[in-house]
């Protein structure tokens, strides 16, 4: 079974750093785009960025460009979104997901999410 | 502002049939690019419910349905039910942003 398992809650002060993970099994972790979406409090969805954990590729949306920074370890089949320097703008839900065929393919499994909370 | 425009919200009786817009442009669905259509129930992830413009992932009852023209496409639900309250939401590739585009939502009330 495919699954996406994200790291907990956070709540942090603006200015902390911070780095969620999302843990995918069931599959060839190194064969999928893994990206991440934001979800801003009763809004929409907005994609931030993908990589390709079998060589690291990895694109960023020009909105979040030099804003985060996404990684993956693929010896632990484990993808990351990081920030060094959080804004109280940065409070939201964020969802991992996979891609199996690309850019022009649709998102066929999302992780449960992960809340992020910035506040002083 | 988001690059694919939806309608803030639809509404239908049980029972009855819907439809959601996705308007984009030439550079994402006018440009031949697939859309794909998303599912989020309350307080959950999203869920895939159409791929490939019109395509049924396996589990998705046949009451979905999704079509594609031009610079458009439109999401169908029959036979509404309770249980499809939800947000739902179109996805594309923009070639201009180099990157995938999402619609702004649509929250579906079923009165």
């Known amino acids: 079974e495919v699954q996406l398992v994200q790291s907990g809650a956070e709540v942090k002060k603006p200015g902390e750093s911070l780095k969620i993970s999302c843990k995918g099994s069931?599959?060839?972790?190194?064969?999928?785009?893994i990206g991440w979406v934001r979800q801003m409090p009763g809004k929409g969805l907005e994609w931030m960025g993908i990589i390709f954990p079998g060589d690291s590729d990895t694109r960023y949306s020009p909105s979040f460009q030099g804003q985060v920074t996404i990684s993956a370890d693929k010896s632990i089949t484990t993808a990351y979104l990081q920030w060094s320097s959080l804004r109280a703008s940065d409070t939201a839900m964020y969802y991992c997901?996979?891609?199996?065929?690309?850019?022009?393919?649709?998102?066929?499994?999302w992780g449960q999410g992960t809340l992020v909370t910035v506040s002083s | 502002q988001s690059v694919l425009t939806q309608p803030p919200s639809v509404s239908g009786a049980p029972g009855q049939r819907v439809t959601i817009s996705c308007t984009g442009s030439?550079?994402?669905?006018?440009?031949?690019?697939?859309v794909h259509w998303y599912q989020q129930l309350p307080g959950t992830a999203p869920k895939l419910l159409i791929h490939?413009?019109?395509n049924r992932p396996s589990g998705v009852p046949d009451r979905f349905s999704g079509s594609k023209s031009g610079t458009s496409a439109s999401l169908a639900i029959t036979g509404l039910q309770a249980e499809d309250e939800a947000d739902y939401y179109c996805q594309s590739y923009d070639s201009s942003l180099s990157g995938w585009v999402f619609g702004g939502g649509t929250k579906l009330t079923v009165l």
């Open positions: 030439s550079s994402n669905i006018g440009a031949g690019y697939d």
């Open positions: 490939g413009n019109s």
């Open positions: 997901l996979r891609n199996p065929s690309g850019w022009f393919g649709p998102i066929d499994y």
């Open positions: 069931g599959y060839s972790f190194t064969s999928y785009w």
